[in-house]
T-cell receptor, first 116, second 109 residues
Framework: EPEVTQTPSHQVTQMGQEVILRCVPI?????FYWYRQILGQKVEFLVS????????KSEIFDDQFSVERPDGSNFTLKIRSTKLEDSAMYFC??????????????FGPGTRLTVL | KQEVTQIPAALSVPEGENLVLNCSFT??????LQWFRQDPGKGLTSLLL?????REQTSGRLNASLDKSSGRSTLYIAASQPGDSATYLC????????FGSGTKLNVKP
């Protein structure tokens, strides 16, 4: 069964460093998403991406964040200058189509980011 | 801003019981609502998706209902099993996606 994959599973970085989290969505999916979950808190929407541009973003997704689809398979989240409060589990998700209204999202296993 | 609330926060039941998990949301202008399961330290597994025009969806022992006008959804789990122990999350989609805090379910053998 197709699945969303994410690498690395765990990333440790120093405050102020840049990190890139990688995701490979399900191959025929067109919509891609990033979420984060701080330990013990709700899953929070960061951004959705369609047709090589941001579709929606939350208040959390400020200038330190960026997303990119550098090739036909990968979808990345870059955090430019990490802060302690960026420590969280980051989930990538993908969905098949938008206009058909299906929107069912399939999640990857997550990348645990620890900022020291 | 959409607010999603799930009650109860935790539930412990003996194996075999039928149970209901509740999800409420403040803005009824949603496209759909999705129920997920999350195991400790793991990702989210999609259980059921209900479109805004639908009232109900079923998958195996799971049944989810949606009353959009009142801002409520329920997830019914029939004949619970220890393997059902996990945190259950609901998420509403109004182009941005909002999750509840989840219901942590423990099914005792």
């Amino acid at each position: 069964e197709p699945e969303v994959t994410q690498t690395p599973s765990h990333q440790v970085t120093q405050m102020g460093q840049e990190v890139i989290l990688r995701c490979v969505p399900i191959s025929n999916h067109l919509y891609f998403y990033w979420y984060r979950q701080i330990l013990g808190q709700k899953v929070e929407f960061l951004v959705s991406f369609y047709n090589n541009e941001i579709s929606e973003k939350s208040e959390i997704f400020d200038d330190q964040f960026s997303v990119e689809r550098p090739d036909g398979s990968n979808f990345t989240l870059k955090i430019r200058s990490t802060k302690l409060e960026d420590s969280a589990m980051y989930f990538c998700a993908s969905s098949e189509a938008r206009l058909a209204g299906t929107y069912e999202q399939f999640f990857g296993p997550g990348t645990r980011l620890t900022v020291l | 801003k959409q607010e999603v609330t799930q009650i109860p926060a935790a539930l412990s039941v003996p194996e075999g019981e039928n149970l209901v998990l509740n999800c409420s949301f403040t803005d009824s202008a949603i496209y759909n609502l999705q129920w997920f399961r999350q195991d400790p330290g793991k990702g989210l597994t999609s259980l059921l998706l209900i479109q805004s025009s639908q009232r109900e969806q079923t998958s195996g022992r799971l049944n989810a209902s949606l009353d959009k006008s009142s801002g409520r959804s329920t997830l019914y789990i029939a004949a619970s099993q220890p393997g059902d122990s996990a945190t259950y999350l609901c998420a509403v989609n109004d182009l941005k996606f909002y999750f509840g805090s989840g219901t942590k379910l423990n099914v005792k053998p």
